[in-house]
């Protein structure tokens, strides 16, 4: 059984992401990683080149600035990292998500089980959505739970929307894949930035959704944390990869301040009151089927 890994990356360092802690976390339980590298104006490519390591394959390509409705342009750059990927199993990771090295062996244990599985054609993670800085996550309805990050090599799945999720193709059309659960979490530190890396990374990823007017109306200007309805305390342990990166992020983290919240909606907070008693989530977005 071969793994490969597939990722997409532009701008990696100077907005701020993970780039090289998600990136070796794939390279420790793949047998290649496919990378999609953007036309960049930082160090991307090169520090990625610099790794020498030979599971790593470099796509370079060029970024279409024209398209920018629905992130239509990140589903587009993993479908060409995708695409050039030689494994049973693809294994997708977003330039802010990473893997513990403690879920590594569970990861091969049931893609082994599923591999010839007449029905199964990918793997459900849940999540931890880390927000502000190490010690909190993001709690409640506006943080989806789970998505599909591994899938069978069949040459008919594709990227779907904004990348968040697949779909494949049959006879009938386009439908949802058929997926396992499995008891692995996604570490997603999309939203621990320093602030100012926040507010470019704010800029260019509201470019690939919105046009000029909407940028100059909506966008944040200020040099400020995010904030959100809810946070919980993380007590568990971070990947070791990101050891470094969460010492030497040590300084900016202190600023943050988790008791600054946004009020949220009426709807929001009883929606969320009744998933926290009966542990179902109405009107969630579900862009797979659950084989049990």
Known sequence: MKISGFTFVRNGFKLGYPVLESLQSLLDICDEVVIAIGNSDDETEERIKNLGNPKITIISTIWDE?????????????????????????????????????????????????????????????????????????????WYRSEIRMIKNTDRVFSWRDAQGFRTKDANGMRKLKVASIPVSIYHYGWVRNPIDYL?????FHKLYHDDTWLKEYLPTSEEFPSCYQLDTFT?????????????????????????????????????????????????????????
Not at 79 to 101: K, M, N, R, S
Request: charged letters at 20%; a neutral charge.
């Open 200 to 204: 470019k990374k704010q800029a260019a």
């Open 66 to 142: 024209t398209l920018r409705e629905g992130g239509t342009i990140l589903a587009q750059q993993t479908d060409i990292a995708l695409q050039h990927c030689t494994g049973d199993w693809l294994l997708y990771l977003q330039a802010d998500e990473v893997l513990h090295e403690k879920d590594y062996d569970v990861i091969k244990q049931y893609a082994h089980r599923f591999l010839h599985h007449p029905t199964i054609e990918g793997l459900l993670f849940s999540y931890y959505h880390f927000f502000g800085n190490y010690n909190y996550i993001g709690s409640g309805r506006q």
């Open 236 to 292: 568990a342990t971070h990947p070791k990869v990101m050891t470094n990166k969460i010492q030497s992020d040590h300084q900016w983290c202190e600023q943050f301040n988790p008791t600054i919240r946004k009020k949220r909606p009426f709807i929001v907070l009883l929606l969320d009151i009744i998933e926290k008693i009966t542990g179902y989530r109405i009107g969630e977005y579900k862009n797979y089927t659950l084989i049990d």
